[in-house]
């Protein structure tokens, strides 16, 4: 079954802490993992991507991390900032050039002051 | 990456009725992706469109109540049919591809049945 189970529901952190999203999948055809951020009113924006060669990537506050063998990885957001205060999914897709996308249940992310 | 206009950006329309959301997209793609995204959930894929073809819908979205057109490879509108208050979600469109860009997804459909 093509699930990507994603925790927690929702996560206060404060101002300048680390933000940590998990997300596990189960089908092992999988091999692109997607971070994605929604803000109110639009739509998600890519954050930052893993592919299963590698077993972390990091993008500026924004990092994966990527365990192949636990079918889990993750989202650290250092730093965190209010202006990161929105819903982040994770997402999976198997190989191919226009594979659909299996999206995670979201998590609600607000950095306090 | 492709930037994507959707609309309208929200309505409010009585049971029964039906709306066309359209997707315009500022460059060509081969496949096109229709969303749900109810309130406070996630997206859930209705449908791929492709040029030329019909429509792939994924289980539990039929074509009756979902009927896609992509008359060419920027356009691409999706219809809600026969609504119901059940049907009040978030619809977006999204295009791209795994590599090397990834998915960009329009501002969405805000749908209210009432």
């Known amino acids: 079954q093509q699930q990507v189970k994603q925790s927690p529901q929702s996560l206060i952190v404060q101002k300048g802490g680390i933000s940590i999203i998990n997300c596990a999948y189960e089908?092992?055809?999988?091999?692109?993992f997607p971070w994605y951020q929604q803000f109110p009113g639009k739509g998600p924006a890519l954050l930052i991507a893993?592919?299963?060669?590698?077993s972390e990537k990091k993008e500026g506050r924004f990092t994966i991390s990527f365990n192949k063998s636990a079918k889990q990885f993750s989202l650290h957001i250092m730093d965190s900032q209010p202006g990161d205060s929105a819903t982040y999914f994770c997402?999976?897709?198997?190989?191919?050039?226009?594979?659909?996308?299996?999206f995670g249940t979201g998590t609600r992310l607000q950095v306090t002051l | 990456s492709a930037v994507i206009s959707q609309k309208p950006s929200r309505d409010i329309c009585q049971r029964g009725t039906s709306l066309t959301i359209q997707c315009q997209v500022d460059?060509?793609?081969?496949?096109m992706f229709w969303y749900r995204q109810q309130p406070g959930q996630s997206l859930t894929l209705i449908a791929t469109?492709?040029?030329?073809?019909?429509?792939?819908?994924e289980s539990g979205f039929v074509i009756d109540k979902f009927p896609i057109s992509r008359p060419n490879l920027t356009f691409s509108t999706l219809t809600v049919s026969n609504m119901s208050p059940e049907d009040s979600s978030i619809y977006l469109c999204?295009?791209?591809?795994?590599?090397?860009?990834?998915?960009?997804f329009g501002s969405g459909t805000r749908l209210t049945v009432v």
């Open positions: 460059s060509q793609v081969t496949m």
């Open positions: 469109a492709n040029q030329g073809s019909e429509a792939t819908y």
């Open positions: 089908n092992t055809a999988f091999d692109y």
């Open positions: 997402a999976a897709s198997p190989p191919g050039t226009a594979s659909k996308l299996t």
């Open positions: 893993i592919r299963p060669d590698v």
């Open positions: 999204s295009v791209g591809q795994v590599l090397p860009g990834g998915y960009t």
